[in-house]
């Protein structure tokens, strides 16, 4: 019973307490309001395409709870910026939405939150440039205690390429192309379109941003002229079919940072927070029956396979050469060749989800002064750097297998934080490969000495190092240049050098050849 007493008594305290108290009696607010940060930088973005949210604190330190009585764009309700004040966007259904706010209330002590995005369309704007700064202000309360925080975004206009729709749905037409050679049109699941013939050159004057795949018809050529940038939607890439072609002319650039004639193919979200997020895009598809592809000075970053060449395993010429380039940050591998041929010189793959580089299904495949190398985190990948092999799956019950013709890697560095890094996995009789004056990450008792892995048997394995440490600048950031201490220093052999006499900055390799796309230097701390 006196426990029973004494509850009620402190009730009654209580609401006697809470009656008394003006927690509902707001003052206007004065222009004491603080912020988070003056100025809301929201990166770059592309005309018409939404940017990311990004977020504005703002603080009453005051001891009286305030009603702040507007809170608004200064451009109004032409404002491309769009705002939600702690989950609300104002007057819903009118053209104040998102752009003006009136009477909000912030308590003693507290601070609220606001979001802020925007969609910007330049044909409506006075400029004809194509990269430009848009800004506009959040304005709080209004005459002598006005406060203001600055929105500024970085605007590129851009070349956009999108597959048709559907009737009047809002899905995307999938691309359908003769993709066995038979003469008949075969449904596939790619969303996409073919290039018209004006859009059969990717130039430097403005990025290029691409829908589903932009694809290749037969006979026809896509040209990508130094400097070019292109960029990619989720789910997007480009496709290169039967007698069809590509040629990436990437160039060496004067700027290792700016690098401004290297062609760059990446996502198309520019946010710093996207810039090494691997799986944005899909992919480079080199299809079974294009001719004649050549990758020179491109970097190809955050796809989910970087380059898919398949097929033409038995032609003169090879599927692709690819040449002074980088491809980085993967979500699966970072050159997929299935059944095809492949010369690749000065080329660094590094990151990749499964192996960097996979030559599967046989083929041909000769790599010369490449930096073959997998950093990614390897709790979560199956596979080494390097994986070759002579079959695939037919159906449930039916493995087939392809001769892989040759597989030659000389000069080169093939490494990563996994072990072993590179795997033979045969099972045809046919399996050429050999590995010369490189440097390997192998320690594996269990491998090591079985059939293809007998290190002494110079017909697969000549002068190459084992397991000394690249000495690479850092990895795991895509960095990787070698310095003064790398196991691959002077273990080229002059005969691949001179095949390709300078490195992948364009510093001769010749008077002492290092493995790898790079000769070594001195690396800062």
Not at 12 to 17: A, E, I, R, S, T
Not at 223 to 241: K, N, Q
Not at 292 to 311: D, R, S
């Amino acid at each position: 019973m006196k426990r029973l007493l004494y509850f009620f008594i402190c009730f009654g305290v209580l609401m006697f307490w809470s009656s008394c108290r003006n927690d509902f009696e707001f003052s206007p607010s004065t222009g004491n309001l603080e912020f988070a940060r003056d100025t809301v930088y929201l990166d770059t973005v592309f005309n018409n395409i939404g940017s990311s949210t990004y977020n504005l604190k703002v603080y009453n330190r005051s001891d009286d709870d305030i009603v702040i009585p507007t809170i608004q764009l200064e451009r109004g309700i032409g404002s491309f910026y769009r705002l939600n004040v702690d989950g609300s966007t104002g007057n819903e259904g009118t053209p104040e939405e998102g752009k003006i706010f009136e009477n909000v209330e912030l308590l003693a002590n507290d601070s609220l939150f606001i979001f802020i995005e925007t969609t910007i369309d330049i044909s409506t704007l006075p400029t004809s440039d194509t990269e430009f700064l848009y800004t506009d202000r959040i304005l709080f309360d209004g005459g002598s205690n006005q406060q203001d925080v600055d929105l500024v975004t970085l605007v590129r206009d851009a070349v956009f390429i999108y597959p048709d729709f559907q009737g009047n749905s809002t899905m995307f037409e999938n691309l359908n192309f003769d993709v066995d050679g038979d003469g008949i049109v075969d449904e596939t699941a790619l969303p996409g379109r073919f290039l018209t013939t004006s859009e059969l050159t990717f130039t430097n004057e403005r990025p290029y941003v691409i829908y589903g795949y932009a694809a290749v018809d037969e006979g026809e050529t896509l040209t990508v002229e130094a400097g070019a940038r292109v960029h990619f939607h989720a789910d997007s890439g480009i496709l290169i079919t039967n007698n069809a072609t590509l040629n990436v002319n990437g160039s060496t650039s004067s700027d290792p940072e700016l690098l401004e004639n290297e062609v760059i193919f990446e996502g198309d979200r520019l946010e710093p927070i996207f810039s090494d997020v691997p799986g944005q895009w899909g992919t480079i598809y080199l299809f079974n029956g294009s001719v004649n592809n050549t990758i020179n000075h491109a970097t190809i970053k955050n796809a989910t396979i970087g380059i898919l060449a398949e097929g033409d395993d038995d032609l003169p010429t090879d599927k692709l050469t690819i040449t002074n380039s980088q491809i980085y940050n993967t979500s699966s591998f970072g050159i997929l060749g299935r059944a095809t041929s492949i010369t690749a010189e000065n080329v660094v793959i590094n990151n990749s989800g499964q192996s960097s580089f996979g030559g599967t299904v046989g083929g041909k495949y000769n790599f010369t002064h490449c930096t073959i190398a997998n950093y990614w985190n390897n709790s979560f990948r199956q596979f080494p750097a390097v994986l070759l092999n002579d079959f695939a799956q037919i159906d449930e019950n039916t493995i087939g297998t392809n001769p892989l013709a040759e597989a030659n890697f000389n000069n080169c560095i093939i490494y990563g934080n996994d072990n072993p890094e590179f795997i033979l996995d045969q099972l045809g009789d046919d399996f050429n490969f050999k590995f010369s004056n490189c440097l390997l990450r192998f320690d594996n008792n269990n491998l090591e000495g079985t059939p293809n892995y007998d290190f002494t048997d110079v017909t697969f394995y000549e002068n190459n190092i084992f397991n000394e440490d690249p000495d690479f600048e850092a990895p795991f950031e895509n960095l990787m240049r070698i310095g003064e201490d790398s196991g691959a220093n002077g273990i080229g052999s002059l005969l691949f050098a001179t095949q390709v006499p300078f490195d992948l900055l364009n510093e001769s390799r010749t008077a002492s050849p290092d493995a790898g796309a790079y000769q070594s230097t001195i690396l800062e701390d």
